[in-house]
């Protein structure tokens, strides 16, 4: 843990002065009662931003996060009731409103200030500057794997600690005794000492008078009631029978429905539209063109081009309508792109090298290459990549009287929010988001796009709608995953030992750390060069490591090989001096049996990513019979720190690498005349469950700083899975997908 500096202390003072926060910081005190009435029902008592009671001794969690199927919900309920000590048969949870009011901080905290120890007296100043800064940024999002190792760590468990240590207080005060006396356990109030016990609720009344501690004592691991062990997801039992509300569940009285049409060449527009054909399909209520948007936030910048949507009684004869438009679309200079051109310009780029920019350089690099015993050089490239989330975009707006209320289902709410009140002229005050369950997300829902676009539909036609994406809008309008590509070069010394490792590629996002490897090497030089395209591009699972992982645990692989080495031996040699990355690879080579011969034909493969706070190994097997491919077995470890919900890690490495086998088996977006080629599941297939192999996870908690379970999973699958298909074959997989080399899949 870092201590407290007068820098930092400084920091600190120029985020609140510095353009993120006007005005002076605020020591927040216990703000629950100055926006109760957003998060309460007339039986509840709203304790904390996070935390409110009922009189049925009921607890609820309020989650700033959106659950798209990861138990988001669950996982943070648990840290709060462990914290608590309540019983978890009376703990529940519900998403935060989409008001300031609710904004992360604990979020900004834990990027902001992870690991600084800071004076108690500090701590509700520092608190009051994130407030803001999280209020002024819109700050409640959920990506990046942060929820639990961020709002989990830095939120609920100091919010459930906090409301222990005001519900003793108000025990205390309300039995005339000393609190030390007081014991919290299973949501009831103990003084041991006269068998005396009541339930929290009893005194919650006069604990929401309280302020909370700014820094309570929280658990050690050992202490763990709730966290680390299997529960119920609360989210589960409505999914089953079918009372979830997901936004396409939503009626509203006398409303619409439409769906939409952009320009096939990203940065095209509408010329002229025919809608006589249209006009005529029964039902059909009108035809609207949207205007373009652009919109700033903390996700990204977002822009759109003007489109087209049919609005209908219902949703069938607005896509019969939409189908039957003839539309002239305006001409651009990208209308004769293609993939094969982008990446000649991915080649030309990378082999120019102008405007290079350096991730790492270490060492002396020309040295090492020019006394190498054997130089290794390979190319690897991976196309563009589409979310393709179970629920297509959809959303239902009415907008009235200067007022909006909009249900969807979205990644960043308070950003939603904003975005449709700037399109529509609004006070942001004067919309109201219903943000509902998703089916999916994967970075595509941090685009407010869709929202936009539903907002205007209803303020233009007078009526509620609901706008449902096609999937083929949806395949071929997305913010994509970008294509790159990744140039290597490895130096070998007469023993194979890595002296040297070079490696460019095309194009960069985030996070910034993505493309560097863990393994000793005395000279490193990684960098990038820009090469933009006319695609649109944005965070998709795991975001730059699902290519990084690829390249870099393929290309370890190679030097491995033509070492005449062991592929897991040669990483554990150089992996000494992390001891950490070390015990997950090892433990994945053993439960993978790594030693134990396979039968002709067979082949094992194995990769090693660090990813947003946590380490992941995999090992995959597979069978190649005729050039049949079969993917039979994976095994995963992941060193996450330590595991809040153990079956739900491994349900959210089991969908990564589900995830990260389809996009390397099959996914590619190609563009042609430049426009995306693909428009359903037909040619953009994803791993069906009898092409699903059998999946392993072992968790390791090693009591480092807790890391994200939701993407780390996969971009090892990736490079395990080619390095199997090597170790099975002799041929080296160096472009995905899988589909388009000799194998069958």
């Not at 400084?10 to 926060?21: F, K, N, Q, R, T």
């Not at 605020?26 to 304790?47: C, Q, V, W």
């Not at 209020?135 to 919010?159: F, K, W």
């Not at 153990?646 to 977006?669: F, N, R, T, V």
């Amino acid at each position: 843990m870092g201590k407290w500096t007068r820098r930092g202390f400084i920091s600190a003072g120029v985020i609140a002065g510095g353009g993120l926060i006007v005005g002076v910081a605020i020591r927040p005190g216990n703000r629950a009662g100055d926006f109760a009435s957003y998060a309460k029902g007339d039986d509840e008592t709203l304790l904390h931003t996070w935390v409110k009671l009922d009189s049925n001794n009921v607890v609820t969690a309020i989650v700033p996060h959106s659950e798209m199927g990861q138990g988001v919900g669950t996982a943070l309920a648990q840290m709060l009731a462990d914290e608590l000590d309540a019983d978890w048969n009376l703990v529940k949870f519900e998403e935060a409103p989409a008001i300031s009011a609710f904004a992360n901080y604990p979020m900004g905290k834990a990027i902001l200030m992870g690991g600084v120890e800071m004076p108690d007296f500090v701590v509700p100043t520092v608190d009051g500057v994130l407030i803001r800064t999280a209020q002024a940024l819109d700050l409640q999002i959920t990506g990046g794997s942060l929820s639990v190792r961020t709002t989990g760590a830095y939120g609920m468990r100091v919010a459930g600690a906090a409301v222990k240590e005001m519900l003793r207080i108000a025990a205390a005060e309300a039995w005339q005794v000393p609190v030390e006396k007081v014991v919290a356990r299973d949501s009831q109030m103990i003084h041991e000492e006269t068998g005396r016990s009541e339930p929290y609720s009893t005194f919650a009344a006069a604990a929401a008078e309280m302020t909370p501690p700014a820094s309570p004592i929280l658990k050690t691991p050992d202490q763990f009631k709730i966290m680390g062990r299997h529960v119920q997801r609360h989210d589960l039992p409505s999914k089953v029978d079918g009372t979830a509300t997901f936004a396409l569940d939503v009626r509203v009285p006398n409303m619409l429905y439409a769906t939409v049409k952009r320009a096939p060449t990203f940065g095209g527009g509408v010329e002229n539209i025919d809608d006589t054909l249209t006009r005529a399909v029964k039902g059909v209520v009108d035809v609207v063109r949207l205007p373009a948007a652009e919109i700033s936030a903390l996700i990204g910048g977002f822009s759109s081009v003007e489109s087209v949507a049919v609005v209908a009684e219902g949703y069938w004869q607005a896509k019969q309508g939409l189908d039957a438009l003839n539309i002239k679309w305006v001409a651009t200079e990208n209308d004769a792109v293609s993939s094969d051109a982008i990446f000649a310009q991915f080649d030309r780029d990378i082999t120019a090298g102008i405007d290079r920019q350096a991730d790492i350089s270490q060492g002396d690099l020309a040295a090492s290459m020019s006394s190498a015993a054997q130089v290794i050089e390979a190319d690897y490239q991976v196309p563009f990549l589409a979310h393709t989330c179970m629920e297509p975009l959809n959303a239902t707006a009415v907008v009235k009287d200067g007022f909006c209320e909009i249900w969807i289902g979205c990644q960043s709410p308070l950003s939603f929010r904003q975005a449709v009140a700037d399109s529509l002229g609004f006070e942001v005050e004067n919309v109201t988001l219903n943000n509902c369950f998703m089916g999916g997300g994967f970075g595509r829902k941090s685009r407010p796009d869709y929202a936009v676009q539903v907002a205007q539909l209803a303020a233009k036609v007078g009526r509620p709608v609901q706008l449902i994406w096609s999937r083929e809008e949806d395949v071929q309008q997305d913010f994509y995953r970008p294509a790159v590509q990744s140039r290597f070069r490895g130096a070998l010394d007469e023993a194979g030992n890595l002296t040297a490792w070079e490696n460019t590629y095309a194009g960069k996002m985030e996070p910034v750390e993505s493309p560097l490897i863990p393994y000793t090497v005395a000279a490193k030089e990684i960098g990038h060069v820009a090469s933009p395209t006319h695609i649109p591009l944005g965070a998709w699972r795991s975001v730059d490591h699902s290519q990084h992982g690829f390249f870099t645990e393929s290309f370890i692989d190679e030097v491995a090989v033509a070492a005449g080495q062991d592929s897991y031996e040669y990483r554990a040699a150089r992996l000494k001096h992390l001891p950490r990355q070390l015990a997950v690879l090892r433990k994945a080579a053993t439960e993978a049996q790594w030693d134990v011969p396979l039968a002709p034909g067979r082949g094992r493969g194995i990769a090693l990513q660090e990813s947003f706070g946590s380490i992941v190994a995999e090992v995959v097997e597979v069978t190649v019979n005729n050039g049949n491919l079969s993917v039979d077995r994976v095994v995963a470890v992941i060193d996450a720190g330590y595991a809040i919900s153990p079956d739900g890690m491994k349900a959210q490495i089991e969908s990564g690498i589900i995830y990260g086998l389809s996009a390397a088996l099959y996914g590619e977006i190609t563009i042609k005349d430049g426009a995306v080629a693909q428009s359903n599941f037909h040619d953009y297939p994803s791993v069906r469950m009898s092409k699903a192999p059998a999946i392993e996870t072992h968790i390791i908690n090693s009591g480092e700083v807790m890391g994200g379970a939701g993407e780390p999973g996969t971009p090892p699958i990736a490079p395990a899975l080619a390095n199997a298909i090597f170790n099975a074959t002799g041929e080296r997989i160096r472009q995905l997908p899988i589909k388009n080399s000799a194998l069958k899949v």
